[in-house]
């Protein structure tokens, strides 16, 4: 790129590499496995660049080894790449089970964590629902003026139910709560708080984890 303004973030800076050297980084889909020292290679080869520091190109590596498309990429038999896309030797099985391993640990903190909003959310909606019985009670007219609702009137039950991160999953259709209802769409990228998806009318987004519905 001719244009020398400074990237200011871990995601710019992988959109930028990925340009560069797109047989080797991608920023949709299954990752491949990175060659080892490779930070010095992109170091050197963008020693001259002014749009990026060798300290962001060390977070954005950390941040883009870390994350679920690339530990899905890490496995048995699989060939790490260089810049260019050259083979570099098969991964060894340590660092497959070390990448196994912090998938499963990640996936477990996501799945603590959304356990975590959950009992938050109906220790709030009951409180919320106390309180409003409460002035309603205050409030309440007597039995013989007290309006009756219509069958028409109730909304018809939500049968969707969160996803687990296990179907978390590149090309997975499911469905995003949009507040007002629920729209289809698939993945096409994720980590470990955000997915990308597209919806069946070819618009692409990004959502929070706890936004999906199966």
């Known amino acids: ?13 992988i959109a930028y590499i990925a340009e560069r050297f797109p047989k080797c980084f991608t920023i949709e889909g299954e990752a491949k496995p990175l060659k080892i020292g490779i930070f010095q290679d992109l170091a050197e080869r963008l020693n001259e660049d002014e749009k990026v520091s060798k300290t962001q190109l060390r977070t954005a590596l950390r941040q883009y080894t870390s994350s679920w498309r690339y530990l899905h990429g890490v496995k048995a038999g699989v060939n790490r790449v260089d810049l260019d896309g050259n083979e570099c030797g ?32 109906a220790a709030a909606s009951k ?17 013989n003026t007290k309006p009756k609702t219509s069958k028409l009137d109730k909304k018809p039950a939500d049968t969707s139910r969160a996803l687990t991160a296990d179907e978390v999953k590149v090309g997975n259709n499911v469905l995003v709560n949009m507040g007002s209802g629920n729209m289809p769409a698939s993945i096409v990228e994720f980590n470990k708080d955000d997915v990308r998806v597209r919806l069946t009318n070819g618009l692409t987004m ?9």
Not at 108 to 121: I, L, T, Y
Not at 127 to 140: C, V, W
């Open 127 to 143: 409180d919320g629902e106390a309180k409003t019985n409460k002035n309603h009670a205050k409030s309440a007219k007597p039995k």
């Open 90 to 121: 098969v991964l060894e099985q340590e660092h497959v089970e070390h990448a196994q391993k912090a998938l499963e640990e990640s996936k477990a903190k996501v799945r603590a964590r959304r356990k975590e909003q959950a009992v938050a959310k």
């Open 1 to 13: 790129m001719e244009n020398s303004e400074k990237l200011t973030n871990s995601k710019e800076v």
């Open 206 to 214: 990004v959502v929070k984890m706890e936004h999906l519905r199966s």
